[in-house]
């Protein structure tokens, strides 16, 4: 399955290459965090494991809980040619000691990590390919421009706050990795490359539904949504809310979520909340 898409093992070696993770709480609250560990796993192809994949239990608390409440898990990875692929898998328990363990901890990111090596190494058997994608650079442009032109267009339920400024500035640039996660009709979590996603006001976010609009199409109004964006600094802020719905500019879908929690995605606090 993994090694039938042409480039995604390729991307998945990238020590750098954006890969995301999103799992879900036991009561179905969706989570999403930059995960550059994830990585193919040393046997997998071979045996009882032809498509496992495995990744390294660091500042990465939220989605342990989840984990540990609830198998399923999405996975996103995108290369900086933006090829993508879109995943769902099965997670497997955690390693604490083995070949997985040692793999992890030999990667140039852990060897040499200021904080620690990991806790752990996380297994997740991938169930299927949801699809592949390849997003054009001028198309990338176009759908931040309709998306900034929408506003949030929406009443925003009670529950929504004020981002601070800090991560506002931190979710416009145009150069930066956006994706959005939400629960399928399974109840696995899915999710969507939306690069275009930025602040509508300070209490809501808009994306063009651009490459990923089959994706979203069947979001629901209310339903609960998880946004991270991944910077070119290495900067990434999660936001989690609900989906508003999607309004047509100039022809084009743009959907809204409102931002009910903010938080901080690495050091020197990673996870913590900042709204």
């Given at each position: 399955m993994i090694e039938e898409q042409e480039g995604l093992v390729e991307a998945l070696s990238g020590e750098m290459t954006p890969k995301f993770l999103a799992t879900r709480s036991a009561g179905g609250v969706p989570n999403v965090v930059p995960c550059t560990t994830l990585m193919q796993a040393p046997d997998s192809g071979a045996g009882d494991v032809p498509d496992r994949l495995i990744f390294g239990?660091?500042?990465?608390?939220?989605?342990?809980?989840?984990l540990d409440a609830d198998a399923r898990v999405g996975i996103l990875v995108i290369t900086t040619n933006l090829d993508g692929w879109v995943l769902q898998g099965d997670?497997?328990?955690?390693?604490?000691a083995g070949a997985y363990v040692d793999r992890l901890n030999s990667t140039d990111l852990l060897r040499y990590n200021p904080y620690t090596g990991i806790r752990a190494a996380g297994i997740v058997d991938v169930r299927r390919v949801v699809r592949a994608f390849s997003i054009p650079r001028l198309r990338?442009?176009?759908?931040?421009?309709?998306?900034r032109l929408?506003?949030?267009?929406?009443?925003?339920?009670?529950?929504a706050v004020a981002?601070?400024?800090?991560?506002?500035?931190?979710?416009?640039p145009l150069m930066a990795v956006r994706v959005l996660a939400f629960l399928d009709q399974q109840g696995y979590p899915l999710i969507a490359p939306v690069l275009s996603l930025q602040p509508a006001g300070d209490r809501?976010?808009?994306c063009a539904y651009g490459?990923?609009?089959d994706m979203l199409a069947s979001l629901e109004a209310g339903a609960l949504v998880a946004a991270n964006q991944l910077t070119l600094d290495v900067v990434s802020f999660q936001a989690r809310g609900r989906w508003l719905g999607s309004q047509r500019v100039l022809g084009t879908r743009v959907g809204t979520m409102s931002v009910e929690?903010?938080?901080?995605?690495?050091?020197?606090?990673?996870?913590?909340?900042l709204a």
């Open positions: 239990n660091f500042l990465m608390r939220k989605s342990s809980a989840n997670f497997a328990g955690w390693q604490r990338v442009a176009a759908d931040f421009f309709l998306a929408a506003g949030h267009g929406f009443p925003l339920p009670d529950e981002m601070p400024r800090a991560a506002r500035t931190h979710f416009s809501a976010l808009a490459v990923a609009g929690a903010l938080f901080a995605g690495g050091p020197p606090v990673p996870g913590r909340q």
